[in-house]
């Protein structure tokens, strides 16, 4: 069946000149294409013109199938509906930015007796938040910084709230033990809590000069151990600053660098707050062929800046990559255009000096180095390939690999993960994880299969090109795992991908696996520095990492969760009233019937039914 080509001419004459945002649909209604646009007419007419000279807009001129409009107010409200398009439907010719994790912070609790945390996601509780850092890590290393400088909790409230004597971090002295009467003051940690917030905010020589101040003040009152204490922290906080050879002047700026080669683009940012880097960060956006560096610059920092449900805080300003900056952005448009479309005043510039010129500098070296490792490992990744199709003379390239593996603990909370691989290397975004429920605690073998289909059942019957299939199946086992693959695609036919088990060997060391082909069971032992065994290894233990992962988070859901929550009948209400009754979850599963039954508002039938749900587990 031969569809109608799309007709622009018709489109386009009842277009309107309106600001807007426009969406190009393919022939399955995919949206291949955002774009925003001042007048709609003018530029959507741009992509039908007789002699157009891109071969990305003939490419993509040639798939579109349908088109739709949305007018705006303003060009600012376009630039912003654009992103969310773009955000919501990641069309094959936009530029991508692959990132969508929000951006952890510090964060200091409002309780009488606050509490130093790690904190990623929506800001919800009361308190102060001190960051964007750039990844987790470095959070964490500020928090053990912290602790060593400051005795301010960083336990849990579940925790602090139990203690009945100070724990090791009192001993330690890493913390004032407020959890415990007697040990301090409110004073006196209220006065620690406001030097860490002082510290986190950049104002290390303030902290100091306080400190300075107490711990003469506690000479002067004879009181020697404390001045100690304080003489410590101030040595600790003159080494950080001495150690700290990246330091300024500057409050908040986001500095971008920008490298372009073999197709791939590299966008490095360094994050300065308070007066120091806090720490950086580079990205790769998908890059669609004959994009050019405007486009690619302008969308990174669309789709950066405007998406805030990830947590990002705004700059004051943003200081772009100085080479060819003209070239990349133009001035009287794309940056104003931007900062009208932020939600707060940013300045964005390119021409700097002095120390904002240092930063300018080190982006731009971070992001051609940052550029220059991935296509290092982009060309490692593609070499294991190419050496796994020689070992197979498989005739074909391989596209695309998955691998599947099993995680449980003595049967319990059992899950799967599959893993996918390209001749990139790892693609996280098609990773999946399955909690597999209904079978004998232990049976892999029976998990496997459960695995198999909940991955692949969707697609059975699906010959599109949509349809996503992997050229080799690798599972983690011996024959045995192997065997429930073969039975699960024994009817697929030629669809079916080639399985190959990853075997350990005897001693289970590294470097000694041998796979497994399906059918004829062939085995093909690898030698220890073949690429094609590296290839083999990182999948398998990307697969096994994911698999262990989603099984501890599984496992720790269950054990906060309490086991009356899934017994119908069981509210909240009535649930707290038998944890209150009875003394705590532990004192409900050693209580018999009549126990139960004595509660308020539990019949003897209910009890009944309590007392066998924690018998039958």
Known sequence: MTTKPFDSKDFLKNLTHQSGVYRMFDESGEVIYVGKAKDLRKRVGSYFREKVDRPKTQTLVAQIHSMDVTVTNSEAEALILENNFIKKYRPRYNVLLRDDKSYPFIFVSGHQHPRLAFHRGSRRE?????GPFPNGSAVRESLRLMQKLFPVRQCEDSYYRARSRPCLQYQLQRCLAPCVEGYTTDAEYSEQVQLAKAFLQGRNQQVIDQLVVRMEEASNELQFEKAARYRDQISALRKIQERNAVTGNQQ???????????????????????????????????????????????????????????????????????????????PEQDLEL???????????????????????????????????????????????????????????????????????????????????FDQQGPKKSDYRRFNIKGITPGDDYAAMAQALAK???????DTSDAAVLPDILFIDGGKGQLSMAEQYFADWGSRAPLLIGVAKGESRTPGLETLIIAGSHQTIPLKGDDPALHLVQHI??????????GHRQRRAKVRRTSRLEDIPGIGAKRRQKILQNLGGLHEVKQASIEQLAAVPGISRDMAETIYHAFRDE
């Open 252 to 330: 908040e700026l986001d500095v971008i660098g920008y490298v372009r080669r073999g197709g791939i683009a590299a966008v490095h940012l360094l994050f300065i707050r308070e007066g120091a880097v806090q720490g950086s960060r580079s990205y790769f956006p998908r890059v669609p062929p004959d994009t050019d560096d405007s486009e690619i610059l302008l969308s990174f920092m669309l789709q950066f800046y405007l998406n805030t449900s990830l947590g990002r805080r705004l700059p004051r300003e943003i200081i772009l990559p100085e080479a060819n900056a003209t070239q990349l952005l133009d």
């Open 338 to 420: 931007l900062e009208a479309a932020l939600v707060q005043k940013v300045r964005i510039t390119n021409k700097v000096r002095g120390e904002r010129k240092q930063y300018q500098v080190l982006a731009q070296k971070n992001a051609l180095n940052a550029l220059e490792s991935k296509m290092n490992q982009a060309s490692t990744a593609l070499m294991r390939t190419q050496c796994l199709e020689a070992v197979l003379d498989l005739g074909i390239s391989i596209q695309r690999m998955e691998c599947f593996d099993i995680s449980h603990t003595m049967g319990q909370e059992t899950v799967a993960s599959c893993v996918v």
């Open 126 to 130: 009361k308190g102060d938040y001190f």
């Open 540 to 549: 398998r233990d990307e697969s096994h990492r994911f698999a262990i992962t």
């Open 455 to 461: 991955r692949y059942d969707p697609v059975k019957d």
